[in-house]
């Protein structure tokens, strides 16, 4: 049994005021009652072996949030005339502001107006270790070699500290020459150079006149940085509809296809929970790099949804359907086979099922090289062998039909099934399968219904096939499947509320015999991880 796995029993035994206490312990962080506050008020909150002052907040976008950090250092600093040189990152770090050891003396005072903000915070950095934070009013010195983070702490509506203390800016005292000497590269350093106090992807050592305006040092963006426009796209369906269900009942009655299976025509599969509206927050907090996002319907809108906001596209079925007889659909694969027809679609974007949900920020680097290729995240569960026939779960199916295709074409297995995150999806990908199986494509599009026939273009196919014509690589994430239907997914549940490391999570419900408690499961897990509304909301 892991530490994990214990703590989690520990939690089913307890009640939940003892099971809040056993978490605060698990992460080093509580969640706290907010007794009614205002957005903006401050709250007291520990983490780790910080006691910090939050900021409550109704909106969060992480980024911005850095950047923000970042900009209000160096705008504290410019004012006080002290010169200094941004050094941004790409990364998932908080960005750098050097200033010279010769002008550290002064940088207590000329932060001293942002330290009026008591969520304003500052943490010495040693190596990669970061010492309790401490009030930004309490930074009373700092020396050359110093490193200190300076961040906004901030929680939610729901009281629960969110991942603010990676997101500022690190301030960095460069030590200054005072006699030429000789580099660890060999150069001869100039009275005035600048050493940096630890190691890092721009310089180790700057010409003394790098803080008075000469060009930076990444001033064009690093070689390993993203900086292609991203899309993403979801497929939604409102079940609720009556001209939704219309449909539907008059195609389950007009298809009786014995070839496929029981669950293909489950009306289960298609109840909304709002999962939408909580996936975008999820990408409004921790994607705000995204460009566009498109939302593809049968011309069903979200009655929430901000229809005018400039990133939103809805997409009609009609739209992307080249044969507009195979419309209505009310199957997934013939709908991923088309997205790659959305007028506009960015080259690379990201396919997001709408019970798919970031959890926490996350840099465009994670689903895509700077070269272009994609990431793609095989799991552990093999594809199994053998033709497809009804006995298999439509997804099932469709993988050992998209394994079929790559072992035919490239002379190669894919192993095993990919996990259910959000896929990184390359459009001219998808577009070369289409011109090259254009029979598989089209039979997947005319499937009212799950069939056995069907591929999985976006989930699974064309992240192998760009595998086999080297435009994608093997990568790693660390994500959690619920199934909300699953009599055991209460455990699983209290588990992951209390993790910090997942990249996403996945609410899924498969079959559930009681519709009203997995709606709850839901709420539990979103009204506390996103509970604040995202800018695509009315």
């Not at 934070?133 to 929680?155: E, K």
Request: proline share 8%; with cysteine.
């Amino acid at each position: 049994m892991t530490a994990d796995e214990g703590i989690q029993d520990v939690l089913a035994d307890f009640s939940a005021t003892a099971r809040n206490h056993v978490r605060s312990l698990r992460d080093g962080t509580r969640t706290v009652s907010l007794d009614g506050r205002s957005d903006g008020d401050t709250v007291r909150v520990r983490s780790g072996r910080s006691l910090l002052t939050a900021r409550i907040v109704e909106r969060f976008d992480a980024w911005a949030l850095r950047d923000r950090c970042r900009d209000e250092v160096a705008a504290a600093l410019a004012r006080a005339g002290i010169d200094h040189l941004g050094l941004d990152s790409p990364q998932e770090q908080p960005h750098r502001v050097i200033v010279s050891a010769a002008d550290a003396h002064r940088v207590p005072d000329a932060l001293s107006p942002l330290a009026a903000r008591p969520e304003l915070h500052v943490a010495p950095i040693h190596g990669t270790r970061r010492s309790p934070a401490r009030p930004l009013s309490r930074l009373a010195s700092v020396r050359p070699g110093d490193v200190v983070r300076i961040f906004s702490a901030q929680v939610s509506r729901a009281g629960r500290l969110l991942p603010t203390a990676d997101l500022g800016v690190d301030l960095e005292v460069w030590e200054q020459v005072s006699t030429p000497r000789m580099s660890p590269d060999g150069p001869l350093l100039p009275t005035g150079s600048l050493v940096a106090p630890r190691t890092n992807s721009h310089a180790r050592f700057l010409p003394p006149e790098a803080l008075t305006g000469a060009p930076a040092p990444g001033a064009c963006a690093p070689l390993e940085q993203v900086t292609f426009p991203i899309d993403i796209v979801y497929t939604w369906v409102d079940a609720d509809d009556p001209d939704w269900q219309a449909d539907f009942a008059a195609a389950r009655r007009g298809d009786d296809d014995a070839a496929a299976h029981t669950s293909a025509r489950s009306s289960s599969r298609f109840t909304s929970r709002e999962e939408l509206r909580y996936s975008l927050r999820s990408v409004a907090a921790y994607a705000g790099w995204v460009r566009r996002i498109h939302i593809v319907t049968n011309g069903q809108v979200p009655a929430w949804l901000d229809t005018d906001h400039p990133q939103i596209h809805l997409v009609h079925h009609a739209e992307i359907f080249p044969d507009r007889t195979h419309l209505p659909t009310f199957n997934s694969h013939a709908i991923e086979a088309n997205l790659h027809r959305i007028p506009g679609l960015a080259q690379h974007y990201l396919y997001l099922n709408d019970d798919v949900f970031l959890a926490r920020p996350l840099r465009p680097e994670q689903f895509f090289t700077a070269s272009g290729l994609l990431r793609y995240f095989p799991s552990m569960i093999p594809v199994e062998d053998g033709a497809a026939d009804a006995a298999d779960l439509p997804v099932v199916a469709a993988f050992k039909n998209g394994r079929r295709i790559i072992e035919d074409r490239f002379g190669r297995r894919p192993m095993t099934r990919p996990r259910h995150t959000p896929h990184p999806q390359r459009r001219d990908v998808l577009e070369e399968i289409d011109a090259a199986c254009p029979e598989v494509v089209e039979r997947t599009s005319a499937s009212r219904f799950r069939h056995p026939s069907d591929v999985s273009l976006a989930a699974q196919l064309q992240a192998f096939w760009a595998a086999a014509t080297g435009r994608a690589v093997p990568a790693d994430t660390r994500y959690e499947f619920i199934d909300i239907g699953d009599p055991g997914s209460d455990r699983r549940i209290d588990r992951m509320l209390v993790r910090s490391d997942l990249d996403s999570y996945c609410l899924n419900e498969t079959h559930t015999d009681d519709p009203a408690l997995a709606q709850q499961r839901v709420d539990r897990i979103v009204a506390a991880l996103l509970p604040f509304p995202s800018p695509y909301e009315r």
